[in-house]
């Protein structure tokens, strides 16, 4: 089953967005969540975790204090909110079931993903 990001676009360098992640027909309420960036020739890139309840996130050094990840269980949704973009975070987004409950921030702990958004950042 295909998770669905959405929410990408192009915006200037400071601005926003939200992303989201959802798994149409498939509960994943139980299940560990993260988000991965690949940039053009760049290789694959962690940058979120959220546990099944929401309780336990964790995000990559780089984009710290700028997004936050989330989730509402009853939507069956994942989210990622991207702020005080820069033309570095320029990326598809891709979000991924865990493998585990324990899956942190290799992409090889995910076993489900999706087909991705792009962010693009101008400055």
């Known amino acids: 089953v295909q998770l669905q990001a959405s929410g990408g676009g192009l915006v200037q360098a400071g601005g926003f967005l939200k992303l989201s992640c959802a798994a149409p027909?498939?509960?994943?309420?139980?299940?560990?969540m993260g988000w991965f960036r690949q940039a053009p020739g760049k290789e694959r890139e962690f940058v979120a975790v959220?546990?099944?309840?929401?309780?336990?996130?964790y995000v990559a050094d780089s984009v710290k204090g700028r997004f936050t990840i989330s989730r509402d269980n009853a939507k069956n949704t994942v989210y990622l909110q991207v702020n005080s973009l820069e033309p570095e975070d320029t990326a598809v987004y891709c979000c991924?079931?865990?493998?585990?409950?324990?899956?942190?921030?290799?992409?090889?702990?995910?076993?489900?993903w999706g087909q991705g958004t792009l962010v693009t950042v101008s400055s």
């Open positions: 027909g498939r509960t994943f309420s139980s299940t560990t």
């Open positions: 959220i546990s099944w309840s929401g309780g336990r996130t």
């Open positions: 991924a079931a865990g493998s585990s409950p324990y899956s942190g921030t290799y992409f090889d702990e995910y076993d489900t």
